[in-house]
């Protein structure tokens, strides 16, 4: 879909609306999904942060697994481990990542547990924001567990970077989606009795990572004996790139919630760190400079609490449109596909939600359907952390459905 100029400056303003404006209505939802503060992360016997070992050139190759700590487990877990797998940073080499499995307390069923695959939402870009080495927030762990109950295996990687050598790369498309088909193929070489059946779900950037994984899933594990069936992607941050290329020191004068002033800053800082050809720090105040620097260690709570107020001008000397090309660039990086799918999509979106406004999920639903692609809306009157909640009423028939399918 192409969109005008002028559909595209109505829609940061919707944009813009939405989030200002439900953050004004819904005061006592805004953080309801904001996780407890940051603990020193429990590795499991695997503190990989500085690996200097081999990495394997396929991707997708089993390197070395331990039992998870048992502090660390879901509520609904019946066994867990957390394992190294080799996959692709965002420079293109070869790289290293974690991920935890989880599996039902249930007996395996003949051909094994149907796997799903978490893409999980943002946590931070510094090693001790590693999921796999915190314990899940009530709302992940409810969620896994929800999945887990229904007789399925999960298994949810870190991202490359995230707990292992070099900086996770937030939002970008190819990295997060390598990271979660490569997990699966690390998976089904652990002894675990997993199927080769296996859909993703991912919530906020886990659904920007779900949704490009699902774009390639059949091609990033062809030959690796895998059988991807769909994806359920719940408050996605699509067509973000249209609002992020307008960044500057003339952004429109609206004090954003702090999730949202949060997330811009890690893109700067993901982008920076990946297109050193890009002149970033270029555009940046010595006090944008100094955020995007934090950006790549601070985790989530404490960042949001040092972001809160911050007015997301003050970041920028020259605007992001001053780049050549600045929005193809950053549709590059982060971008969602509208089209190129050849499996069911789930898209659930809550209309009060402020982290990531209604009207991105729904501009995406806009291009699916135009391009005919095999995808379902879900609309519910929730925030951000209520979606994934409101959602398993919908979802969990889907998956149910999409993994039976012959």
Known sequence: MIVSPRVRARLVTLVLAVGVGTSLLTPATAGADSPPPTAAPVWSGLDVRDYAGPVPTTPGTLIRSVPLDRSLWVRSAGDAR?????SVDQHGKPAVSTAA????RSRPPAGGWPVVAWAHGTVGLGDDCTPSAQKRSTRDDDYISHWLDQGYAVVGTDYTGLGTPGLMSYLNADVEARSVVDSVSALRQLDLSTSPRWVIVGQSQGAGAA????RRATELSRGRGLDYRGVVATGTPANIESIIALGGPTFPPVRLPAGLTTYLAYIIAAVREARPDLPIDGLLTPSGRSVADLAETMCLPEFEKRLTGVDVRSFFAR????IP??????AAFLGIPASGYDRPIFLGQ?????????????SLAAQLTQNRQPFELHVYPTDHSGTVYASQRDSTPFVARVLAAR
Do not use: C, E, H
């Open 319 to 322: 605007p992001i449109s001053s």
């Open 211 to 214: 949704m490009n994984a699902a």
């Open 101 to 104: 499995v989880f599996l039902p």
């Open 325 to 330: 090309n600045a929005r193809a660039q950053l």
């Open 350 to 362: 809550g209309l009060t939600d402020i982290d990531v406004p209604a009207p991105f999920a729904l």
């Open 82 to 86: 957390r394992f190294l797998y080799s």
